[in-house]
């Protein structure tokens, strides 16, 4: 089966301090990889994607996600908290023979404290 | 331009009330989806058109009809909802290459309140 899973459903850190945040997939097939923040009723926001090319992806605002096929993870990094980061990211995953279908992780709230 | 437009941005409406969403793109994507978001939970696909002619609808409840005109707009009407309905109504849209290149892009979505 397919699925996609975000390992913390709350992350907590300090402004100028790193963010992890966690995503690791389950598949047989390629998948491409979507990160994804959405911001107090708002709608999402794209951050960066990996599509089978660079395995390092940088997307905006700072971020930037590494895919590693052996350990089916896509893990999003930021070198320095901001404020403004504070938000809903959700991972997500297509997989190749099913283009029209996306699927979501549940989701990973960041805090960011002053 | 990644643009996907939705109006209205927040709507109330009473059960027995009859209204419609609506979303649109000029990126020239021929795929265009419905999605569904709860509170604190991610997105839950309702329905996806390509190239104007219903693909997928995850067993959405009648209440809710899609409708894609064209390829720039899509429609979600309306009609005897229940309070469990009230939710944020995203609409997003992407290429529908079949490719690798293929990305969702989200409007801000429609805030629904039904009483």
């Known amino acids: 089966a397919q699925s996609v899973t975000q390992l913390d459903s709350h992350v907590s850190v300090s402004e100028g301090t790193p963010v992890l945040l966690r995503c690791n997939y389950s598949?047989?097939?390629?998948?491409?990889l979507f990160w994804y923040v959405q911001h107090p009723n708002k709608g999402l926001q794209l951050l960066l994607k990996y599509t089978s090319a660079a395995t390092l992806v940088k997307g905006i605002n700072g971020f930037e996600a590494e895919f590693k096929k052996s350990e089916t993870s896509f893990h999003l990094t930021k070198p320095s908290a901001h404020m403004s980061d504070a938000a809903e990211y959700f991972c997500?995953?297509?997989?190749?023979?099913?283009?029209?279908?996306?699927?979501f992780g549940s989701g990973t709230k960041l805090n960011v404290k002053p | 331009d990644t643009e996907v437009t939705q109006t209205p941005k927040h709507l109330v409406m009473g059960m027995t009330n009859k209204k419609s969403l609506k979303c649109e793109q000029h990126?020239?994507?021929?795929?265009m989806y419905w999605y569904k978001q709860k509170a604190k939970k991610p997105p839950e696909l309702m329905f996806v058109y390509s190239y104007e002619k219903l693909s997928i609808n995850e067993s959405v409840p009648s209440r809710f009809s899609p409708e894609c005109p064209n390829s720039s707009l899509l429609n979600l009407h309306l009609h005897a909802l229940q309070p469990e309905d009230s939710a944020l109504y995203l609409c997003?849209?992407?290429?529908?290459?079949?490719?690798?290149?293929?990305?969702?892009?989200f409007g801000p979505g429609t805030r629904l309140l039904v009483l």
């Open positions: 997003a849209s992407s290429q529908d290459s079949g490719g690798d290149q293929e990305t969702q892009y």
């Open positions: 990126m020239g994507h021929r795929a």
């Open positions: 997500v995953v297509r997989f190749i023979y099913n283009f029209n279908k996306f699927y």
């Open positions: 598949s047989s097939y390629s998948p491409s």
